[in-house]
């Protein structure tokens, strides 16, 4: 299955070359503000520590105490994994087995934190991506490629939004839990939920969430920027709640094609050329596997001191 994940990447990818006109790139290259790409390059660590503070907190709540510092290095090293795995977060079962090698009776609540730093993740995106797709509804309507990929990634926010409704207004109804009785590594998705809308913990998921897509929307139209191109800053927050959304779906290594493939789709729309879209892609995609780089790093730093878990020893 890997193996097919890594084909279809390389596949989408090279579909995605075909269209490239070589001449233009290098010219679009040639006159980037790297200034600026520089800038953007260091937008990583804030975001990882945005989504280490969520991580933080719902371990806290759980009585669960872990220095910042340690919980950092870790969430850099699931990263790091990330590229090598078939979705983004692949990297959360190296979390889980870290923080679980030495004491195997929090494993419940170690998921549970991880799922809930995910989760409130995705509700983050459901609700801005609803948000945005009702503010761009005249030019959604008007262009029938993103009409369909809105109607998906509307459909997905809407299954998680009305999940957590349902677990928050109706705790106690039988066929409820009934319907969400699945389990993941022995944890009934139920207590996950009802976990996630923790009232305290609801509000400050969500918030951390909003901050994290904010400096990603930021990134994003900085790099514009530096090719010369001043876009919508809600388009772009458009846009990579679509981007991120997709990236969950398993069909290749890491979304790679999938994510690039969105890009270079949905800026065509606004006016953006192919080859300064592809380069906007590319360049987001290898910022992200030299930032994650530093986990490498610390990963093998691990290893050499003899402290080693592999991301799937934890993994039945």
């Known amino acids: ?150 109607l998906g990634t509307c459909g997905l926010s809407l299954g998680a939004i009305g999940a957590v409704c349902a677990v928050r207004y109706f705790p106690h109804n039988q066929f409820l839990a009934r319907l969400l009785r699945y389990k993941v590594r022995e944890i009934k998705i139920f207590t996950v939920l009802s976990f996630v809308v923790t009232p305290k913990l609801f509000f400050s998921g969500m918030l951390l969430s909003l901050i994290f897509n904010s400096i990603i929307a930021v990134g994003q139209y900085m790099y514009f920027g530096a090719f010369g191109y001043t876009l919508d800053p809600f388009y772009i927050l458009f846009v990579s709640t679509i981007t991120q959304l997709a990236a969950l779906i398993p069909l290749s290594l890491n979304a790679i094609g999938i994510t690039e493939g969105l890009i270079i789709m949905l800026y065509l729309l606004v006016g953006v050329p192919y080859e300064v879209a592809f380069a906007v892609a590319l360049i987001t995609r290898i910022s992200l596997m030299l930032a994650s780089l530093s986990g490498g790093v610390a990963y093998f730093y691990d290893v050499l001191k003899g402290d080693r878990v592999s991301p799937a020893s934890d993994v039945k």
């Not at 969430?75 to 079962?93: Q, V």
């Open 1 to 150: 299955m890997k193996i097919l994940k890594i084909v279809v990447a390389i596949a989408l990818m090279s579909v995605l070359i075909i269209f490239v006109d070589w001449d233009q790139l290098y010219s679009v290259i040639a006159n980037v503000d790297m200034y600026s790409i520089a800038i953007v390059f260091l937008f990583y660590i804030p975001s990882v520590y945005v989504s280490v503070c969520k991580w933080h907190t719902a371990l806290l709540y759980q009585q669960l105490r872990y220095r910042m510092s340690y919980l950092f290095k870790i969430y850099l090293i699931g990263s790091f994994f990330n590229n090598f795995l078939p979705t983004s977060i692949g990297g959360d079962f190296y979390r889980h087995a870290r923080l679980t090698q030495k004491n195997r009776e929090i494993r419940e609540q170690v998921f549970t934190s991880i799922l809930y730093e995910r989760f409130t993740g995705l509700l983050a995106l459901a609700v801005l991506n609803i948000a945005l797709s009702i503010y761009f509804f005249d030019f959604i309507i008007s262009h029938t490629p993103l009409l369909i990929i809105a």
